[in-house]
Antibody
């Protein structure tokens, strides 16, 4: 079964770029059946969809984050990545990666906390 | 895009049924049958419970059901159990080809 695992720095300085990677195991990221998503959750708050990428490289982003976000694929490593630039304390959150098919997100990674300070 | 509207909290006793609503607009909930529901226990990743308004993934209890009327989707949990206590989030596809979450509902089993 497919599993996803987030990785990256847990602490980022303000104004710098947050970079996270999601490693996919048990399935190919190049499959045309899926989109690959990033979602975040501010401490004690609800879920916020960040964006997703298709195997072709097509991307869709949350309009509120679009100017600062890039999601990319590395098919050779079976990974996809998130870059969020010009971060502030408001970007402190648990970041999740997930597989999306037919508009449903399943499965999810365990999540990784990123603190901007 | 504003989050879909969910009640902040609901509660029920074991064995009872509860319903959580999720209100959107014609550009999301009303426009597509792509509403999904996620359960999240504290410190855990969300889990898909309902997709395409009313379908259950394999392994999800049939005590969970979903429906939609106009711009409001609903999640009903029947025969409440202590393990159902969690946060629940709705999600909808939108006319901008994006996904949009609800604000989340905390379910307390009394």
């Amino acid at each position: 079964q497919v599993q996803l695992q987030e990785s990256g720095p847990g602490l980022v300085k303000p104004s710098e770029t947050l970079s996270l990677t999601c490693t996919v195991s048990g399935g190919s990221i190049s499959s045309g059946d899926y989109y690959w998503s990033w979602i975040r959750q501010h401490p004690g708050k609800g879920l916020e969809w960040i964006g997703y990428i298709y195997y072709s490289g097509s991307t869709y982003y949350n309009p509120s984050l679009k100017s600062r976000v890039i999601i990319s694929l590395d098919t050779s490593k079976n990974q996809f990545s998130l870059k969020l630039n010009s971060v502030t304390a408001a970007d402190t959150a648990v970041y999740y990666c997930a597989r999306e098919r037919y508009k449903r997100l399943d499965p999810w990674g365990q999540g990784t906390l990123v603190t901007v300070s | 895009q504003s989050a879909l509207t969910q009640p902040a909290s609901v509660s029920g006793s074991p064995g009872q049924s509860i319903t959580i609503s999720c209100t959107g607009t014609s550009s999301d909930v009303a426009g597509y049958n792509y509403v999904s529901w996620y359960q999240q226990h504290p410190g855990k990743a969300p889990k898909l419970m309902i997709y395409d308004v009313s379908n259950r993934p394999s392994g999800v209890s049939n005590r969970f059901s979903g429906s939609k009327s106009g711009n409001t989707a609903s999640l009903t949990i029947s025969g409440l159990q202590a393990e159902d206590e969690a946060d629940y989030y709705c999600n909808s596809y939108t006319s901008s080809s994006t996904l949009l979450f609800g604000g989340g509902t905390k379910l307390t089993v009394l």
